[in-house]
């Protein structure tokens, strides 16, 4: 699998293209404030087509370019329902299923948004990928009076998944079991 990710907006959310391989259709998750410039250079890398975009959760800074790519793509915003309200642009339902080739699970995790969402994908090499938005950060999680609800939400996910956060560096599932003060010697 292709995964190519990069900060963008005042807020340097992490905005990620997600395919089967270079040369096809790809997936945009989060495409939120000033994304048009790297996106444009991304695709045009990798010779990818935006076959879907999708939101972890509704803010701008995750979204607010999501209504001028739909129209140039002529793909939808996927969006959790809970999350249409935050959105000015038209969206459709996010739910699990297949986009651009690649099978996506959406598991409900409110809390920072009423409709956040974490994307999971298992990869044809083996890997597993988390996609949190603002739920959870290496080293943190987008609310602390939610930090019980992450911890139960992570528990089906392995230590050895890939963490892509909507802000900041990459980590795994086990460092931040191990060492994220919110989740620490939880288990979870």
């Known amino acids: 699998m292709l995964v190519v990710g990069f ?6 959310a992490n905005c990620y293209l997600l395919a089967e391989a270079a040369g096809g259709p790809c997936v945009v ?3 939120g404030e000033d994304v048009a410039a790297p996106l444009a250079a991304a695709l045009a890398e990798h010779r990818l087509v935006p076959g879907a975009l999708l939101a972890t959760h509704g803010h701008p800074d995750h979204v607010a370019s999501a209504a001028k790519l739909s129209a140039e793509h002529g793909v ?3 969006l959790h329902p809970g999350d249409a309200a935050l959105y000015d642009g038209d969206s ?3 739910e699990p299923g297949t986009y651009a080739g690649l099978a996506v ?3 409900h995790a409110p809390g920072h948004t009423p409709g956040s969402v974490v994307l999971a994908l298992e990869t044809a090499e083996g890997g597993r990928l988390a996609l949190t938005g603002d739920t ?3 080293g943190s999680v987008g609310r602390g009076d939610v930090a019980a609800a992450v911890r139960d ?3 089906g996910f392995p230590d050895d998944t890939v963490v892509l ?3 900041g560096p990459a980590t795994t599932i086990g460092r931040e079991r191990a060492g994220n003060p919110f989740l620490a010697g939880t288990g979870a």
């Open 76 to 78: 939808p915003l996927h």
């Open 29 to 31: 998750v989060d495409p």
């Open 153 to 155: 939400l992570l528990t």
């Open 7 to 12: 900060g963008s907006g005042p807020l340097q």
């Open 105 to 107: 699970d959406v598991r």
């Open 136 to 138: 959870l950060f290496a």
């Open 92 to 94: 459709v339902p996010l």
């Open 165 to 167: 956060p909507g802000h």
